[in-house]
């Protein structure tokens, strides 16, 4: 017998229900279809969200974007596009995309609590003229994630207050060894820890914009 025997697992809806009990008609009918005035001011004013995303066998995966505050673009009330600067190049999220449209988005101010909350279909567009509202530092996106709203609503503040995420006291940056230290651990054995901490140090942040 291994540990997992001795689960009790959760198997149906119903077990589910019963264990949670039911939301609120408020909660359970929140979900807007459009964006209200107070959901393109809280686009405005996050720097940051995660995209969540599944290839068509529900392989799963979360990526985070961050930019300047602001950095969503609105197109329309059911519309929304996201620009993409130079990365890894993996793109992990953006080939279940191509396999698999729906995506759920999460975007994070900067010491709230809350968060905002949407779900809907995504396509990758190769340009645009709304592109132009988003360079930043002279440069363009590579391309952008344009985002059909099908479901949005603001989500609570328990699992930020818990974890206590904004409070500067629990902040522990050195509780890990750095990025140069953990990719020399993990997936870069082979490179010279000199040559990885060059890597992460301060020429990492001048190609932030650059391919």
């Not at 609120?24 to 005035?37: D, G």
């Not at 522990?172 to 890597?199: C, F, G, M, N, Y």
Request: overall charge negative.
């Amino acid at each position: 017998m291994t540990a997992l025997d001795e689960i009790g697992t959760i198997a149906s809806h119903d077990e589910l229900r019963a264990l949670l009990g039911s939301p609120t008609p408020r909660v359970a009918n929140k979900a807007r279809r459009t964006l209200h005035e107070v959901d393109r001011q809280w686009l405005a004013a996050s720097p940051f969200c995660l995209v969540a995303t599944a290839d068509a066998d529900g392989n799963c995966d979360v990526s985070p974007k961050g930019d300047p505050a602001g950095f969503t673009v609105v197109l329309d009330e059911r519309t929304i596009a996201i620009p993409e600067r130079p990365g890894n190049r993996r793109a992990d999220g953006f080939h279940n995309i191509l396999d698999n449209p729906h995506v759920g988005l999460i975007y994070l101010i900067p010491g709230r609590t809350d968060t905002l909350r949407i779900n809907g279909r995504a396509r990758l567009v190769r340009d645009a003229p709304f592109f132009e509202e988003m360079v930043v530092k002279g440069h363009r996106p590579q391309f952008a994630l344009v985002v059909e709203i099908d479901e949005i609503f603001s989500h609570c503040a328990k699992a930020f207050m818990r974890s206590q995420l904004w409070d500067p006291q629990t902040w522990q940056p050195d509780v890990l060894p750095s990025r140069a230290q953990l990719a020399k651990l993990t997936d870069a054995a082979d490179i010279p820890l000199a040559d990885l901490e060059r890597h992460y140090g301060p020429a990492y942040l001048e190609r932030l914009y650059r391919p």
